[in-house]
């Protein structure tokens, strides 16, 4: 029998909202059992500090990286620990943790892709075994190093009708496409912009973090000119798999128009995005699955619809818990790595064969 882990995961997204933290049980292969979740959110002086960071290829080389990598690593720390102290839970209660970290820099084409989070440092605040830097070895491996969920979608999905489609909009989105029970029934990449532009838009024009529910984005008028443009960007001609960096699009931020046109006209290209990579994925899928922040947005829920023909349904009507899938999957993923079981397959990241990656560090 395998053995069951109990596992943290820790996210922190592309959106910069905060650190998701969340606990499951698994075997590593297709147990995987959600037990709790919550959400420490950062606040707006270290989002500050932290976007600073972003696109620094010089990573802790940079002193000025390098200190926030030891506070974003000391928060971690503390969200695992409030949230132990809620869940009535000791360090030996917790087999390992799975810590993504911070993406700051994400290059495959040169083979380089930056998260910060000292995963030693992580270990010994917590007294828990922690995996970190689970994107390197296919970054050398020549894959994309993205997206890593789709083995832990698969997990998930195992009983559903196949074929089947998660979109995950986080700051940028990412699609799995499961066809079968096979390695080679898995395709995923990223599409494009997910919620980041949206909420930079709105942020610098009204102070709020993102667009509640797509209000504003629902009132707004699209910006043809704008999207089309967007539409012909290379990323819409590479087949996938295929990954980008969250600032890949900063040059498709409107300018000259209204807060609700620019939100609209942003939140359109998100959608036009994930629908067309779902008719590059393959054969058309008769439900799609969002998780994400994104899925709250019922403007993006509906004009997905609308551009797609599929029903568009949040995760959580399967039981999954679409807020905190990411954290799991690397509590997941941490579980895989130990157990030496592939992270990413040719057909989540082009990576040459299925590898595993993860670097182990003892409490």
Not at 75 to 104: N, R, S, W, Y
Not at 179 to 206: C, K, R
Not at 236 to 253: I, Q, T, V
Request: glycine fraction near 10%; proline fraction near 5%.
């Amino acid at each position: 029998m395998p053995k069951t882990y109990r596992a943290l995961g820790l996210m922190s997204g592309t959106s910069i909202d905060g650190i998701d933290v969340a606990l499951i049980e698994t075997d590593g292969e297709a147990l995987a059992q959600s037990i709790a979740c919550a959400t420490f959110p950062y606040d707006d002086d270290f989002r500050v500090q932290m976007q600073a960071c972003f696109r620094n290829r010089l990573g802790t080389q940079d002193p000025e990286v390098a200190k926030t990598e030891k506070d974003l690593t000391i928060q971690h720390a503390q969200a695992v620990q409030a949230f132990m102290i809620k869940q009535e839970l000791e360090p030996k209660d917790i087999d390992l943790i799975g810590f993504h970290g911070q993406t700051i820099w994400h290059n495959p084409a040169e083979k380089q892709t930056i998260q910060l989070g000292d995963g030693a440092l992580l270990a010994e605040e917590t007294g828990i075994d922690v995996v970190n830097d689970f994107r390197t070895a296919d970054v050398k491996a020549g894959g994309q190093g993205a997206p890593l969920l789709p083995l832990y979608h698969r997990a998930l999905a195992s009983k559903l009708p196949k074929p089947v489609a998660v979109v995950n909009i986080g700051g940028v989105a990412n699609l799995t496409w499961i066809g079968g029970e096979s390695y080679d029934d898995l395709m995923a990449f990223d599409t494009g912009p997910g919620n980041a532009l949206i909420n930079d838009w709105v942020l610098q024009h009204t102070g709020e973090a993102f667009d509640k529910d797509g209000a504003l984005a629902a009132v707004g008028k699209v910006n043809e000119n704008l999207l089309m443009d967007f539409l012909v960007h290379t990323h819409f001609l590479k087949k996938g798999p295929k990954s980008l960096d969250r600032d890949e699009f900063l040059r498709f931020m409107p300018t000259g128009l209204s807060l609700e046109d620019g939100a609209a006209t942003l939140t359109m290209m998100t959608v036009q995005a994930i629908a067309h990579g779902l008719r590059e994925a393959g054969k058309p899928v008769p439900t799609v699955y969002l998780c994400g922040g994104g899925a709250h947005n019922l403007t993006i829920c509906k004009w997905l619809e609308q551009a797609t023909g599929a029903q568009v349904k949040s995760v959580r009507e399967l039981g999954w818990n679409g807020d905190a899938l990411e954290a799991e999957g690397f509590a997941y993923l941490a579980v895989r790595s130990v157990l030496g079981l592939p992270l990413s397959v040719p057909g989540t990241t082009g990576v040459p064969a299925p590898i595993t990656g993860g670097i182990l560090h003892r409490h």
